[in-house]
C-alpha cells in the first residue's frame, strides 16, 4: 500500500517543478508577465479583467497551494483503502441509520452531501448535542490528524468513534455486527470485499426495525460448512465496518476551482488564462499570501499545514467548562485502543505511525485547534471548532479585530489585528469564494454492482 507521504513533504515535492518552470520564467523576461512568444499579440484587458502585480516572492507563495488534486493519498493502517468494492460497502454504510442504536442517526445525518459533507449547525446533534462543529469530509484523506483536536492518526479510527459515542450513534461493536450479519446485502458485500462471513449471533442489543425483515435472509446457515473463514467477534467486525466507512470517506476529492485554474495558468505564463480570474480575488489572493500572513498557517494545496494553532477564539463548552483543544486531543490519541500503534492497524504505513509515536502532550497546546482546509470554505458556514462564527465576513472581523489579550503568552507571533479596510474585506472574501468547487454540493457517483452471493469470496 502506498504510504500518503507527511502533508507538507508532498506540498514542496509537487510544487519543486512548478517552482522550477516559475524560476525559469523569472530568469528568462524582465516581467514574469511576457508573453512566452514575443511575437504575438497579447489581447490587450477589458477594463475588468487584467493582472495585478504579483511579486516574486507573491507568485511562490501562490503556487505552492497547488497542484490540485494532489497525489493520490491512501487511509493509513486501511488494508481495504483504494479499493472500488470496498468503497461501494462502505458508501452504504455511510448512509445507513440502522448501525446507530435508535436506528436514526448515520454518518451521513453530519456530514450531508448537500451540505457539502458538513451539517450546517454550529454544534451537530445527534442522538444529543455534542460540543463540537462537523468539518465538512472533503480531502479529509488528506488531513494528517483527525478532528479539531485531532484525537485520531487515521481515517477509519476517527470512523469508529462517531459509531460508539452515547451522544453520536450510540451503538457498540455487538450491534454493528448483528447489522452487518443481519441484512443479507450487507452481509453478501462484508463477504466479497473482507473474505470472511459475519456469522449471526443472537442480538445483544436492540436492532432497529428496518434489520427486522432482513433477519429472515441471513445468508449464513450454520448447518452448511461455510465456504470461508466465519468471524464471530464483534470488534473485528466493528474495526473492519470503520475500515470500510472511511475508504469511502477517503475517495472524497473535491475537484478544481477558480483558484486552481488561476493558479495553473500562473505557473504556465499563460497571462491570457490568468485575466479570468476575477481582480477582486487577485487582490484578496495577494493579501491572503502578503500582509494578511493567512498563509503562514493556511498553507499547501490543502490551505491548512495540517497542525494546531491558537487565533485567540474562547474555548468555553458551555460557562465554566474548557475545551482543551489539541492537549486533550493528544491524551485521547495516545490512550486510543484503535491508533496506529494497535493492534487493529493494518501494516503498512511505518510514517504515519512514528508520527503518533513521537506525540507528546505540551502546555501550549492547549486550547489549539486544527487549522482547517480552507477549499469550499464558503459552504460550510457557521465557522470554528465551535461554529461560533455564523459568516466568513464575521471570520474577517475577528481576524481584523483580534484580542491579542486572548492569545497564548508564548503563542501566536503569526497573529495581529489587521485593520482591513471595506475593500480589503471585500477581496478577501471574493478570494475565499474562489476556493469553492461547484460540484461540493453532490454526492460524487460510485459504481455500486449488485453483490452475487454465489461469487466466491476474494
Ligand atoms: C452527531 C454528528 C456526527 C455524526 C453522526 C458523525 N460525525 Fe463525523 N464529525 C462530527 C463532528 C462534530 C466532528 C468534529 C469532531 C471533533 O473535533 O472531535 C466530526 C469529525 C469527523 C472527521 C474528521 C474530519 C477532519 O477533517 O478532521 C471524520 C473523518 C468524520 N467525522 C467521519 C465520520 C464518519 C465516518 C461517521 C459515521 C461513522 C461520522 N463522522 C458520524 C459530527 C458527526
Ligand atoms: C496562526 C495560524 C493562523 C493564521 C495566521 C490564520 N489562521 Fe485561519 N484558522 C486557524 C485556526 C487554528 C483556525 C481554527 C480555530 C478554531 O476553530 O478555534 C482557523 C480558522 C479559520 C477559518 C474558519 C474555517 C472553518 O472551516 O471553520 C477561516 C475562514 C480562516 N481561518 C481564514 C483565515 C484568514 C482569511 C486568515 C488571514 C486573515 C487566517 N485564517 C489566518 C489558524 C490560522
Not at 477589458?46 to 490540485?68: K, N, V, Y
Not at 481495504?80 to 436514526?104: E, K, M, T, Y
Not at 495553473?264 to 505564463?269: K, M
Not at 479596510?421 to 468547487?437: K, N
Request: aromatic share 6%; hydrophobic share 45%; glycine share 8%.
Amino acid at each position: 500500500m502506498k504510504a500518503p507521504l507527511h502533508c507538507r513533504q508532498w506540498a514542496l515535492a509537487a510544487t519543486r517543478p512548478a517552482l522550477l518552470v516559475l524560476l525559469a520564467l523569472l530568469a528568462s523576461t524582465a516581467s514574469p508577465w511576457a508573453p512566452a512568444h514575443a511575437a504575438e499579440p497579447v489581447p490587450g484587458p477589458e477594463p475588468s479583467r487584467g493582472l495585478i502585480d504579483f511579486s516574486p516572492a507573491d507568485m511562490a507563495r501562490i503556487t505552492s497551494h497547488g497542484p490540485w488534486p494532489p497525489a493520490q493519498a491512501l487511509d493509513a493502517g486501511n488494508r481495504f483503502a483504494g479499493q472500488p468494492d470496498a468503497i461501494a460497502l462502505g458508501r452504504r454504510l455511510f448512509f445507513d441509520v440502522r448501525l446507530s442504536i435508535n436506528g436514526a442517526v448515520a454518518c451521513a445525518s453530519c456530514h450531508r452531501p448537500d451540505q457539502a459533507l458538513a451539517d450546517g449547525l454550529a454544534r451537530s446533534v445527534g442522538l444529543s448535542a455534542v460540543d463540537r462543529n462537523s468539518p465538512s469530509l472533503w480531502n479529509a484523506v488528506h488531513e494528517r490528524w483527525f478532528g479539531w483536536d485531532g484525537a485520531a492518526d487515521s481515517l477509519w479510527s476517527q470512523s469508529i468513534r462517531p459509531l460508539l459515542d452515547p451522544r453520536e450513534m450510540g451503538a457498540n461493536a455487538a450491534h454493528v455486527r448483528q447489522v452487518m450479519a443481519a441484512d443479507s446485502d450487507l452481509a453478501c458485500r462484508y463477504r466479497a470485499v473482507v473474505g470472511r462471513r459475519i456469522t449471526a449471533a443472537p442480538a445483544t442489543s436492540p436492532v432497529a426495525p428496518a434489520t427486522a425483515t432482513a433477519t429472515a435472509n441471513v445468508a449464513v446457515s450454520p448447518a452448511k460448512p461455510a465456504p470461508v473463514a466465519t468471524i464471530d467477534d464483534d470488534e473485528a467486525v466493528l474495526v473492519d465496518a470503520a475500515k470500510l466507512i472511511a475508504a469511502y470517506v477517503g475517495s472524497l476529492v473535491s475537484g478544481r476551482t477558480a483558484f486552481d485554474e488561476f493558479r495553473d495558468a500562473l505557473v504556465r505564463g499563460d497571462r491570457a488564462a490568468a485575466a479570468a480570474y476575477p481582480l477582486a480575488a487577485q487582490r484578496g489572493l495577494k493579501l491572503f499570501v502578503g500582509r494578511a500572513g493567512c498563509g503562514n498557517c493556511h498553507v499547501g494545496p490543502m490551505f491548512s499545514n495540517g497542525e494546531f494553532g491558537d487565533i485567540g477564539r474562547p474555548f468555553f463548552i458551555r460557562p465554566g467548562v474548557v475545551d482543551p483543544g489539541r492537549q486533550g486531543g493528544i491524551v485521547a490519541l495516545r490512550a486510543s485502543r484503535y491508533n496506529l500503534l494497535s493492534r487493529w492497524a493494518d501494516a503498512g504505513d511505518v510514517d504515519a505511525a512514528l508520527k503518533t509515536r513521537h506525540l507528546a502532550a505540551q502546555h501550549r497546546n492547549f486550547g489549539e485547534f486544527k487549522v482547517p482546509s480552507l477549499r469550499n470554505v464558503a459552504l460550510t458556514a457557521p465557522y470554528m471548532h465551535d461554529g461560533s462564527i455564523a459568516l466568513l465576513d464575521d471570520v474577517l472581523t475577528h481576524y481584523s479585530e483580534l484580542d491579542l489579550e486572548r492569545l497564548h503568552a508564548d503563542g501566536e507571533q503569526l497573529l495581529k489585528p489587521l485593520h482591513f479596510s471595506a475593500g480589503e474585506r471585500a477581496d478577501l472574501l471574493a478570494f475565499l469564494h474562489t476556493l469553492t468547487d461547484a460540484r461540493a454540493r453532490e454526492e460524487p457517483p460510485v459504481s455500486d454492482p449488485p453483490c452475487d452471493d454465489a461469487q466466491p469470496a476474494r
